[in-house]
C-alpha cells in the first residue's frame, strides 16, 4: 500500500539524519570540483544550557531544589551526573569525472559519476549517582545508586550515482561502513534495616550490558531496467506542488495499488465533508479515500492508497484506474539488478551479580548470571528492492549564503540525501543486518544466551517428546507437582507392557520412580504425578518394556526447569515488617508537599511559539544544499533561523542554541577532521569528562560501608571525601531532572489521594 508523503515524515526523517547527527566521510578536496557540503555539530555539554535557554528553566537550581525538599522531609539526596560527548553530520556532493555505462539495452552511455559521501560520529560518555540515606526506629536504607554509559555510532557512506547529459539515471553503487558499540553499567550499594538498625540487609547489586554491532564492509550496485527521469521530473516542479518517486524490481508481482470493486446498480459511493467517500449499498458502508465511477462499466473502483486530499471530490470522473496511472505527480522506476556483499561483526555480553539470593532461600549465587556471545558473517545478496521518496516544495525562494557566496534555494520537506542514496543505505543495511541464512542475528545471540538464565530466574517449564511407539509431555507447576502425560500406540494386543519413568535432576541424581503395567490393549493414555526436592534442570527417561517377550520396545526422554520456590528469609520479613510499621509515608507525603512547594515558583518561559524544520532545495541543480530549523514567537512575529545557514529571509535566532552549522568549505574542512575518528577516545575529549566529584561523592558514601554493602574489601574506608561546598552539581540532564521532577509529581499525588 501507498503512504502518501508527509511533512510529519519529512521533518522525522531530516531530524533523524540531521539533529541525531550522522556524520560524513568526506573525500579530500580538488580545487577544480565543485563541492555542496553542509552538516552539523552539536557538544553535549551544552546540553543542560540549551535546555534553560529553551525553556527558561534553571535546571541546576530545580534539582537543588529537589534535594532540599528531600532534606527538609528527613530524608538526604544527592543527585550527581555529568554527561559528555559529540556528535556530527557532513554531507558531501559532487561531481568525479565520467566513465562509460553498460545499459540494459545492450547500450554503452557515457555517464556523470554524482558523488554523495556521508559521514556520522557520535560519542557519549555519561556517569550519574543518586546517594539517599532515611531511617527512623522501624526501618531504614543507605542506598548509593549509580550508573554509567559510555557508546560510539559512526556511519561511512560513499554513493555514486550514474547520470548521463540529459540527467537520465542509469544505476547508482555505493560502500557503506558501520560501527556501533554501546556498554552500560549500573551499581546498588548498601543496605536495608529494620529495628532500629539491629537487623541489617547488606546489598552490592552489580549489572553491566554490552551490544556492538558493526558493519566492517558492505557494497551494492542497483541498475534500472529503464533509465530514470526524476530529475527532469524534479527541475519541472514548481513550489507549492509535490512529487512521488517509487523504485522497486521488475518482477515484482505485487499489485502496487488495491482496489475495491463496486456495482453501481447496488451500490453508491459519494464525497463526505469529512474528505472521504462513503460507499453505502442501504445495509452497511464502506470509507475510502478516492473513488472513480465509470458509466460505461456501471462500476465504481475505490482505494485507500492515495491517502487523503481535498481535490479527490472530483475524482468520480477521473481514470486512473482505467488508465494504470495515479492521480499523484510522482513517478516509477523499475530495478533490473540489485547485488551486494556485506561482512559484519556482532556481540553481546551481560553480567548480574549480588541479587540478594540467598535472603529469599535460594543458594549463594543462584541469581549471579553471565553470558556473552559474538559472531562474524560475510555473503552477498540478489534480492528484491523497494523504496518510496517524496518532496514538498514551498513557494517563495531565499539567498544564503556559503564561502561568501549566495545561492537561491526554496524550502522542502523530503530526505536531505539524494533519494537514490536514501533507499540505496536503507536497503543495502537491511540485507547486511538480517545476514546469511543461517548467521546469528543479535536477537538470536540474546535469546540464546539468556534462555537458560530466563528459565532459571521464571520459573518452571514444560516439554514435549516422541518416538516410534509413545510420547511424553512434562508439565512442571511445583516441586511436589510434575504431572507427566503418557500416550502409547502400536501395542501388540495379545502382549503385556510395562511402562517405567525415572526423573533425575540436574546432577544425576534420581528424585522420583513411577511405572504400570498395560494389558490387552492396542493404545493407551496414563497421566502420572512425580515429585522432587532439588530444582533446575529434571529429566524423565521413560522406557516402553515388552514383558511377555521381555525386551525393552520405546524409549522417551524429556528435559525442563524446575524452579526452587522462594522462602524470603525473617530478615525479609523483618525489613517488611518494618517498613509497613515506619513512617516512611509521612516523610514521602512531606517530601512531595516541600517539593510542590518549592517548584510552584518557577514557570516555563519558552522563547519560541511555533518552529519548523526545512531541507533548502537547489532548483538550478536538483539537489539540497542545506537544512533550516527555524522559530518564531507570537510578540516579533518575525521569523528566525535557529540552525541553519545565512539567510536573506531570515535574522540569527535571539534564544540560540549550541548546534554548529557547517556550510561550505567549513563543512569539507570538519569532513576532514573528523574522518578517522572512530573510538571513543577520539570522539570525546575525556579531559572535560569531569565525573571526579561524582567517584569522590560515591566513595565517601561507601566508605563505612562493609563488604558485602560495597564498601572496601580490607574494611577500611579512604578518608578523602567530596567537598559539598565545592559544588556537587556538574551536570544535571533534562533527562533526569524532569524524571526527579515526575517522581517528586507521583509522591506528591499520595497525600491528594490520601485527602
Not at 539491629?198 to 553491566?208: A, G, N, Q, R, Y
Not at 470493486?261 to 463526505?272: K, P
Not at 525489613?575 to 516555563?604: C, H, P, Q
Amino acid at each position: 500500500m501507498r503512504n502518501r508523503f508527509s511533512r510529519m515524515n519529512a521533518v522525522l526523517l531530516t531530524v533523524l539524519l540531521c539533529a541525531s547527527v550522522l556524520p560524513q566521510g568526506v573525500a579530500a578536496e580538488d580545487a577544480t570540483t565543485e563541492h555542496f557540503a553542509f552538516g552539523m555539530e552539536y557538544d553535549w555539554t551544552n546540553m543542560d544550557t540549551d535546555f534553560e535557554s529553551m525553556t527558561g528553566l534553571p535546571l541546576d537550581e530545580i534539582l537543588a531544589d529537589v534535594m532540599q525538599s528531600a532534606d527538609d522531609a528527613g530524608m538526604e539526596m544527592l543527585i550527581l551526573e555529568e554527561i559528555t560527548g559529540t556528535s556530527s553530520m557532513i554531507v558531501d556532493q559532487y561531481e568525479d569525472g565520467t566513465m562509460m555505462f553498460d545499459a540494459t539495452d545492450g547500450s554503452s552511455v557515457e555517464v556523470t559519476k554524482h558523488i554523495t559521501e556521508l559521514t556520522v560520529r557520535h560519542g557519549s560518555l555519561t556517569d550519574m549517582a543518586i546517594i539517599t540515606e532515611w531511617s527512623d526506629a522501624r526501618a531504614g536504607w543507605d542506598l548509593t545508586i549509580s550508573a554509567g554509559s559510555e557508546g560510539i555510532f559512526n556511519v561511512d557512506a560513499y554513493y555514486i550515482e550514474y547520470r548521463d547529459i540529459d540527467g537520465l539515471i542509469y544505476g547508482h553503487d555505493i560502500d557503506m561502513s558501520l560501527n556501533s558499540d554501546t556498554k552500560v553499567t549500573f551499581d546498588l550499594e548498601g543496605h536495608f534495616e529494620a529495628d532500629d538498625g539491629d537487623k541489617v540487609m547488606p546489598l552490592d547489586i552489580h549489572m553491566e550490558m554490552g551490544v556492538a554491532y558493526g558493519v566492517t564492509e558492505a557494497e551494492s550496485s542497483v541498475i534500472y531496467s529503464e533509465p530514470s527521469t526524476i530529475y527532469q521530473e524534479l527541475s519541472n516542479l514548481e513550489g507549492g506542488e509535490e512529487l512521488w518517486w517509487s523504485i522497486g524490481d521488475l518482477d515484482d508481482d505485487d499489485d502496487y495499488i488495491s482496489w475495491n470493486e463496486y456495482d453501481a446498480s447496488e451500490w453508491t459511493c459519494e464525497w463526505t465533508e469529512g474528505n472521504r467517500y462513503m460507499c453505502d449499498n442501504g445495509d452497511w458502508g464502506d470509507m475510502y479515500d478516492y473513488c472513480e465511477y465509470y458509466s460505461q462499466f456501471e462500476t465504481y473502483y475505490c482505494t485507500e492508497d492515495f491517502g487523503h486530499k481535498s481535490d479527490y471530490e472530483n475524482s468520480l470522473g477521473w481514470t486512473h484506474y482505467y488508465d494504470g496511472t495515479s492521480p499523484e505527480d510522482g513517478s516509477s522506476d523499475e530495478v533490473e539488478s540489485h547485488t551486494g556483499s556485506f561482512s559484519t561483526s556482532t556481540g553481546f555480553n551481560f553480567e548480574l551479580t549480588g541479587l540478594p539470593a540467598e535472603e529469599m532461600g535460594f543458594p549463594q549465587g543462584k541469581w549471579d548470571v553471565s553470558a556473552s556471545d559474538s559472531t562474524t558473517d560475510a555473503g552477498g545478496f540478489n534480492e528484491d528492492y523497494d523504496c518510496e521518496m517524496g518532496i514538498e516544495l514551498f513557494e517563495g525562494t531565499q539567498m544564503i549564503t556559503t564561502d561568501g557566496d549566495q545561492i537561491e534555494v526554496m524550502q522542502a520537506y523530503t530526505s536531505p540525501l539524494p533519494w537514490g542514496m536514501t533507499c540505496h543505505v536503507a536497503n543495502l543495511f537491511y540485507y547486511a543486518f538480517m545476514g546469511t541464512e543461517d548467521a546469528a542475528t543479535l536477537e538470536d545471540m540474546i535469546v540464546d544466551s539468556t534462555e537458560e538464565i530466563a528459565e532459571s530466574l521464571e520459573g518452571n517449564g514444560d516439554d514435549y517428546e516422541s518416538s516410534d511407539m509413545m510420547s511424553m509431555e512434562m508439565r512442571v507447576y511445583s516441586q511436589e507437582e510434575i504431572e507427566l502425560q503418557l500416550e502409547v500406540w502400536d501395542l501388540d494386543y495379545n502382549n503385556n507392557y510395562e511402562v517405567n519413568m525415572v526423573l533425575v535432576d540436574s546432577d544425576g541424581i534420581t528424585q522420583d520412580t513411577g511405572s504400570y503395567v498395560i494389558s490387552n490393549s492396542g493404545y493407551d493414555w496414563d497421566s502420572t504425578e512425580m515429585s522432587t526436592s532439588s530444582w533446575g534442570e529434571h529429566c524423565v527417561t521413560t522406557q516402553l518394556k515388552d514383558i511377555t517377550n521381555n525386551q525393552i520396545v520405546d524409549t522417551v526422554e524429556t528435559c525442563t526447569e524446575v524452579a526452587q520456590e522462594a522462602e524470603p528469609s525473617q530478615l525479609v520479613e523483618d525489613i517488611v515488617e518494618g517498613f509497613s510499621e515506619s513512617t516512611l509515608e509521612n516523610v514521602l507525603e512531606n517530601f512531595g508537599e516541600n517539593l510542590e512547594y518549592r517548584l510552584d515558583g518557577y514557570e516555563a518561559d519558552f522563547p519560541y511559539d511555533d518552529g519548523d524544520m526545512f531541507v533548502l532545495w537547489d532548483n538550478t541543480n536538483n539537489m539540497v544544499v542545506g537544512f533550516q530549523m527555524v522559530v518564531t514567537s507570537d510578540d516579533s512575529n518575525l521569523w528566525y533561523t535557529l540552525v541553519g545557514p545565512e539567510s536573506d529571509s531570515y535574522g540569527d535566532a535571539p534564544s540560540p542554541v549550541s548546534i554548529t552549522y557547517f556550510s561550505g568549505q567549513q563543512a569539507i574542512v570538519q569532513e576532514a577532521d573528523i574522518a578517522d575518528d572512530s573510538t571513543l577516545e577520539d570522539l570525546v575529549d575525556l579531559s572535560q569528562h569531569n565525573d571526579q566529584i561524582i567517584e569522590e561523592a560515591i566513595e565517601e558514601s561507601l566508605q563505612d560501608n562493609s563488604p558485602e554493602a560495597g564498601g572496601p574489601a580490607d574494611g577500611s574506608g579512604d578518608e578523602t571525601a567530596a567537598d559539598e561546598d565545592s559544588g556537587l552539581l556538574p551536570f544535571m540532564s533534562p533527562v533526569l531532572t524532569m524524571t526527579m521532577i515526575a517522581a517528586a509529581g507521583i509522591v506528591a499525588s499520595l497525600r491528594s489521594r490520601k485527602e
